[in-house]
């Protein structure tokens, strides 16, 4: 072998030097090639990035075309949060969480539905703006609506129930122990738990709390001796032989919403018979419904009851 051929390749090879260059021939430097092949792969990171951009894009013209609520500032600026604080905003889309402070209220406008306010030290999120229904959460503080949806529509749930609208102006405030208490101006709200609610109508008041559950409702206008009666018997049911005398005997013409919900609330037949006697000396059942059907819970019984009041 020629040692030409080994600087300058112009001599004889020697066939062992060409085997080594052949097994080694895939390793050599190809300049031209390998600048293709990083610019091809530039190429596919800034499609990559493009196709990115266009999705966020699209996704963000879809938020806010979506439906939304206007907000109306009443006193200062309330904060909207949708996954980081933002500024004062007067849209507000599923998702978001409008908190006030104590100095601040904010309108929300229900689409064609209504109003709704809410008022200070309040917290309320965002679920549905009307793609299927109308929900917010109240985490905590007050709201006051003004709806006049169809029934159903437009829903508020709490940590302690849901207030389903039935056409009406009302006030919901979930307090520090996030008991929810409803309090309906006019028209009527069902209060709900799983399968159980109360139909609650314009004057009346009626609680729930995360743990017992739905409250008794009560006229806004009762007694103070009724009221007392029923938030205790709310917050300890074992305590009824002691309390119902107290309720029944501070209960009027006007509270017989709050005797016949008691039914249901109480566990002992012989506590229901109290209610029983009582209910039926300030509105007399109708044909047909009997002391023992009653304090047997017989549905069909309570509610023939039920329809011959005023509420």
Not at 53 to 63: C, M, N, Q, S, V
Not at 118 to 138: I, M, P, Q, Y
Not at 208 to 223: H, Q, T, Y
Request: charged share 30%.
């Amino acid at each position: 072998m020629s040692e030409d051929y080994l600087w300058d390749r112009s001599g004889k090879p020697d066939p062992e030097i060409q085997r080594i260059e052949s097994l080694l021939g895939r390793y050599r430097y190809r300049g031209a090639e390998s600048k293709g092949r990083v610019h091809r792969f530039r190429m596919l990171v800034a499609a990559a990035a493009a196709f990115l951009l266009l999705a966020t894009g699209l996704y963000l013209a879809l938020r806010e075309g979506g439906p939304s609520y206007e907000v109306v500032y009443l006193e200062g600026a309330a904060r909207i949060t949708s996954g980081k604080e933002s500024p004062p905003s007067n849209r507000a889309r599923a998702g978001d969480i409008i908190q006030t402070d104590g100095s601040t209220q904010a309108e929300l406008t229900i689409g064609s539905a209504g109003k709704v306010r809410l008022l200070e030290n309040s917290r309320v999120e965002l679920v549905d703006c009307g793609e299927k229904n109308h929900r917010l959460n109240l985490a905590r503080g007050s709201l006051r609506a003004r709806i006049y949806a169809e029934p159903r529509l437009f829903q508020i749930g709490t940590p302690a129930a849901i207030a389903v609208d039935l056409g009406c102006i009302y006030k919901l405030t979930v307090d520090k122990s996030d008991i929810t208490t409803l309090t309906v101006e006019t028209g009527r709200v069902s209060l709900e738990i799983n399968d159980r609610m109360v139909s609650v109508p314009g004057g009346a008041v009626c609680r729930a709390d995360p743990v017992k559950g739905l409250g008794i409702p009560f006229r806004e206008k009762s007694s103070k001796a009724l009221k007392n009666a029923v938030i205790a018997l709310e917050n300890d049911r074992e305590k009824a032989p002691a309390l119902l005398p107290t309720c029944l005997e501070a209960a009027t013409n006007a509270d017989t919403i709050t005797l016949w919900h008691l039914f249901e609330f109480l566990e002992d037949e012989k506590d229901r018979g109290v209610v029983y006697d009582r209910l039926a000396m300030l509105s007399p059942p109708p044909a047909g419904v009997t002391r023992e059907a009653c304090v047997g819970l017989d549905r069909e019984a309570l509610d023939a009851w039920k329809q011959e009041q005023d509420w």
